[in-house]
């Protein structure tokens, strides 16, 4: 029995001038968009940015944005999410073919054009990205009904050079249908005209992803416009169980002013060389935009006093807004709360950057005065000095925007 015939070609060129029945782009949440997906949402008038800049997907899930009086080539425009930076690795890269092809079914697209999605990120060869989507794409396609099946497929790359390494790995690719492979050159379609600047509805700020995946110690940082590789390391699970012994010891309950400034000195200091030394994150924090950073951890990091971090000079929960958030290892995870809950059986916020009840002592040897009595259903703000050394500057819980803990 022959083969059904697909059509793969590889373009090189501008994907916003790209024809085809549905262009499709990813999305990282909360990134402000960059490269492709920049280009097709400011001539889409911004319509990316106001649908899903405040909008949290998981990977995989896809969204349907029309494009009919745009300058696009394209009528229809198909948004992929690849969830949080810190989840998409290379082993996540088929579910995104397959989140490709499902979104072709739902928009009755028999034809589909798109980029390399993740190829920015992950650190891999324009070719292993390209390989890996298209093992996952091609699945979804065969389990379609044949007369819902896409049919053709264009991949748009404008490096020629990453383009021939495209083309030399999926000349050998293993698939159900009778790969038929070609090549062109992008002709520039679109018609310029006037299209309104997109208004980002999210803050500029870098988020740090501090997780540990298995025995692995994983660092990732996001910041504006597009997200770094993320970086392993075995996870100093001895540290980490030491600061925490010594933790309300040396500090919480030390009386002494000097020791406990001292051992708080420590332990930052035991964060950064233990955690993020090979990460070589301080120059992204020092410049972290917007004066805004978000540690993203999970259930092995949470529970360390990440408020206590030390960079070489720099103390960051000193000098910028620091806010948590934590990533839940649930099925069918869901989007992180606004609502600024607690995990159970802590008392470490996950999303607000306020200091934790039980390091109101902490933030009083650092010359913050707490008010009383506390009024019920109200946020404590400390009342802080804003001179001297080794003091932070106060801030108002209304500077830091809800979108921004999302």
């Known amino acids: ?9 590889l373009a090189q ?15 990282v949440n909360d990134v402000v968009p960059s490269g492709a997906e920049a280009a097709i949402d400011q001539l889409l008038g911004g319509a990316i940015v106001r649908h899903l800049g405040a909008r949290r997907s998981r990977l995989g899930t896809t969204h349907l944005l029309p494009a009919l009086s745009s300058p696009l080539a394209s009528p229809c425009v198909g948004v992929v999410s690849m969830g949080d930076g810190e989840e998409l690795d290379a082993s996540r890269l088929p579910e995104l073919g397959v989140a490709l092809a499902e979104l072709a079914a739902v928009a009755g697209a028999r034809d589909l054009a798109t980029v390399l999605l993740g190829a920015g990120s992950l650190g891999l060869r324009a070719g292993q990205v390209a390989e890996a989507l298209l093992s996952g794409l091609l699945g979804a396609v065969a389990r379609q009904p044949a007369e819902q099946r896409l049919r053709e497929l264009t991949i748009v790359e404008r490096e020629p050079q ?15 249908f009778g790969l038929h492979l070609y090549t062109e050159q992008i002709a520039v379609r679109r018609v310029l005209a006037e299209v309104p600047a997109a208004t980002s509805t999210l803050v500029d700020h870098l988020r740090l992803g501090i997780t540990r995946t298995g025995d692995q110690l994983k660092v990732t940082t996001i910041g504006d416009g597009a997200f770094d590789p993320a970086t392993l390391s075995p ?7 030491r600061i925490a012994g010594s933790l309300r010891e040396e500090v919480l309950d030390e009386q002494d002013d000097g020791r406990r400034l001292a051992a708080m000195d420590g332990i930052g200091a035991q964060l950064h060389h233990a955690f993020l030394a090979e990460a070589d994150v301080l120059r ?12 993203r951890l999970d259930e092995a990091t949470v529970d360390l006093p990440w408020e206590l971090l030390a960079l070489d000079a720099q103390q960051p929960a000193l000098e910028l807004r620091v806010a948590r958030q934590l990533e839940l290892r649930t099925p069918g995870r869901q ?15 996950t999303t607000r950057p306020s200091p934790p009840r039980t390091w109101r002592h902490v933030a009083t040897s650092r010359g913050c005065s707490w008010p009383t009595p506390a009024t019920p259903g109200r946020r404590q703000i400390p009342d802080c000095p804003t001179s001297g050394p080794g003091r932070p500057a106060t801030s108002s819980a209304a500077s830091w925007p809800p979108e921004h803990a999302g």
């Open 1 to 9: 029995m022959t083969a059904q015939p697909f059509t793969l070609t």
């Open 13 to 27: 060129g501008d994907v916003v001038d790209v024809q085809a029945s549905l262009v499709a782009v990813g999305h």
């Open 162 to 176: 990453r383009l021939q390494e495209v083309q030399s790995a999926l000349a050998t690719l293993r698939s159900p």
């Open 235 to 241: 996870f100093p699970a001895e540290v980490a169980q």
């Open 284 to 295: 992204r924090v020092h410049d972290s935009p917007g004066g805004y950073l978000v540690l």
């Open 335 to 349: 989007a992180s709360t606004r609502s600024g809950r607690t995990r159970a059986g802590s008392s470490l916020p």
